[in-house]
């Protein structure tokens, strides 16, 4: 079982719709939650931070994290084309020594 | 400053080719990271340098040779390579070990 599930997509939705990417963990010693976004031929790109249980909300994006579950979430509001992506959710510890477990990435397409 | 800057963008070699990637940041962070990404994966840790010492190596083959001459600098070192290296090269800095990687754009390598 890897530290970190998830879905690979691709996901197609509409414009406008709610996008909602969702990661699963296996260790629970996670305490720092990140989402980030990848464009084709970029670098991945800090989206959503989150420190422990709850929610984080900026702009259109909100990230809730669930510890007892061991399940993070990030909500995309009114999608737009721009958003079409990979989304990457990544998580540490402290004590992890400066390590990122990154998910398998979903791939995102916001259609017109 | 904001980013991270790797360069070449691109870079093909010969397998008895010696060449550098480097990396720069100044944001004042005193952690950087060298990561490999195939396509359609998720970034992989290869190096970790914390206050310019190397403090992780993922078990990468000693063809992939590191260095951080000062602490907005990271090189990274190719020679004899193989075509399976061919990979997107990422170079990232954080201030903290929580996790809030900055990514550079990376430089896309062909081992031919």
């Known amino acids: 079982q890897k530290e970190v599930e998830q879905d690979p997509g691709p996901l197609s939705v509409p414009e406008g719709a709610i996008v909602s990417l969702n990661c699963t963990y296996s260790?629970?010693?996670?305490?720092?939650f990140m989402w980030y976004r990848q464009y084709s031929r970029k670098g991945p790109e800090l989206l959503m931070y989150?420190?422990?249980?709850g929610n984080k909300e900026d702009g259109r994006f909100t990230a809730q994290v669930d510890k007892s579950s061991k399940y993070i979430s990030l909500f995309i509001r009114d999608s737009q084309p721009s958003d079409s992506a990979t989304y990457l959710c990544?998580?540490?510890?402290?004590?992890?020594?400066?390590?990122?477990?990154f998910g398998t990435g979903t791939q995102l397409k916001v259609e017109l | 400053d904001t980013e991270v800057t790797q360069t070449p963008k691109h870079l093909v070699m010969g397998m008895t080719n010696k060449k550098s990637l480097k990396c720069e940041q100044h944001?004042?962070?005193?952690?950087m990271y060298w990561y490999k990404q195939k396509a359609k994966k998720p970034p992989e840790l290869m190096f970790v340098?914390?206050?310019?010492?190397?403090?992780i190596n993922e078990s990468v083959p000693s063809r992939f040779s590191p260095e951080c001459p000062n602490s907005s600098l990271l090189n990274l070192h190719l020679h004899a390579l193989q075509p399976e290296d061919s990979a997107l090269y990422l170079c990232?800095?954080?201030?903290?070990?929580?996790?809030?990687?900055?990514f550079g754009s990376g430089t896309r390598l062909t081992v031919v």
């Open positions: 260790n629970s010693a996670f305490q720092y």
């Open positions: 990544a998580m540490s510890f402290t004590g992890g020594g400066n390590k990122l477990t």
């Open positions: 340098y914390s206050y310019e010492k190397l403090s």
């Open positions: 990232a800095s954080s201030q903290d070990r929580r996790g809030q990687d900055t």
């Open positions: 944001m004042g962070h005193r952690a």
């Open positions: 989150t420190y422990s249980s």
